[in-house]
């Protein structure tokens, strides 16, 4: 509520919590590129960005879900096992683009210790760019995944809850209590590629774009045939009408030459009417 006349309302996207623009200021005067990492109960997006008056450009990008397509990740993908390497990932691929150097950038996100905002930047760190941190905030325990297999032994293998909460896991063919040496087997995969220079890229269809515009193309050409019969259809019609418009002034011309004829023997007529009736009138007055 506004307390005085000089109230000044938020900005909306302070309003709703995603935005700290005096943050945000601080970071972008500083001309340095910022990593932005985002966290889902699925999915995790860690990004290299840099500010420009045009907006945001990404220098570098990479995603949890691409554990799954090109690494054959097989646990969750929200988890901090996967928050590492997607931040491991994100630090290679910035690095491979000469990057050396980044500002975390957390949002409005509270910095708890051992969050997976903290096991993305200790991915980052790990693949080799520079980013200012505190080693306090960091839990390497965790980003093996022993936590997870603690916690899995303490429920049972047989149990219903342990059924429950790690079915994922099972129907993927790993078991929680081994998710570190999954764990390792995947990172060794994300390094050597780029070691090798041979680093994994999701297939993209390129082919389904060219096979919906082909339909595209024959039917708009049986839709043009018909319109050419029109025009043809219509040539003749404008030549009927020229003749028509040909004829119609020979019979105008026709027509007045038959009241002259019918005008002259009406004159005739009365010529000889005349003298008749002066021959009366003269006939009177000699009586």
């Keep these: 509520m506004a307390k005085s006349s000089n109230y000044r309302v938020q900005l909306r996207r302070r309003r709703e919590g995603k935005t700290d623009y005096q943050a945000r200021k601080a970071l972008v005067i500083s001309r340095k590129p910022r990593l932005v990492t985002r966290?889902?109960?699925?999915?995790?997006?860690?990004?290299?960005?840099?500010?420009?008056?045009?907006?945001?450009e990404v220098l570098a990008a990479a995603n949890s879900r691409e554990l799954v397509k090109t690494y054959d990740w097989k646990a969750a993908t929200g988890n901090i096992p996967a928050a590492?390497?997607?931040g491991l990932l994100c630090g290679l691929k910035a690095k491979a683009n000469d990057i050396k150097e980044a500002i975390l950038d957390i949002g409005l996100v509270a910095p708890t210790k051992g969050a997976k905002i903290f096991a993305a930047l200790s991915g980052v760190l790990d693949a080799g760019v520079g980013v200012p941190h505190s080693e306090d905030k960091i839990v390497k325990e965790r980003m093996k995944g022993e936590h997870i297999a603690k916690?899995?032994?303490?429920?049972?293998a047989g149990s219903e809850e342990y059924k429950?909460?790690?079915s994922k896991y099972n129907g993927h063919g790993v078991s929680p209590e081994k998710i570190s040496e999954h764990f390792a087997?995947?990172?060794?995969q994300i390094t050597d590629s780029f070691k090798t220079g041979k680093q994994v890229v999701p297939k993209k269809e390129k082919k389904a774009p060219a096979e919906a515009e082909t339909p595209i193309k024959t039917e708009k050409a049986p839709e043009k045939a018909p319109a050419?019969?029109?025009a043809v259809?219509?040539?003749p019609a404008a030549k009927k009408e020229v003749a028509k418009k040909e004829e119609a002034?020979?019979?105008?011309k026709k027509a007045p030459a038959k009241k002259k004829a019918a005008a002259k023997p009406k004159t005739a007529a009365k010529e000889p009417s005349a003298p008749k009736e002066k021959a009366s009138k003269k006939g009177g007055k000699k009586a």
């Design 39 to 56: 966290t889902a109960n699925r999915n995790i997006t860690v990004q290299i960005l840099i500010a420009k008056p045009h907006g945001d």
């Design 84 to 86: 590492y390497l997607t």
């Design 151 to 156: 916690y899995a032994k303490s429920l049972g």
């Design 164 to 166: 429950a909460k790690f």
């Design 185 to 188: 087997k995947v990172k060794a």
């Design 228 to 230: 050419a019969k029109k």
């Design 233 to 235: 259809a219509k040539k």
């Design 249 to 252: 002034p020979v019979e105008e």
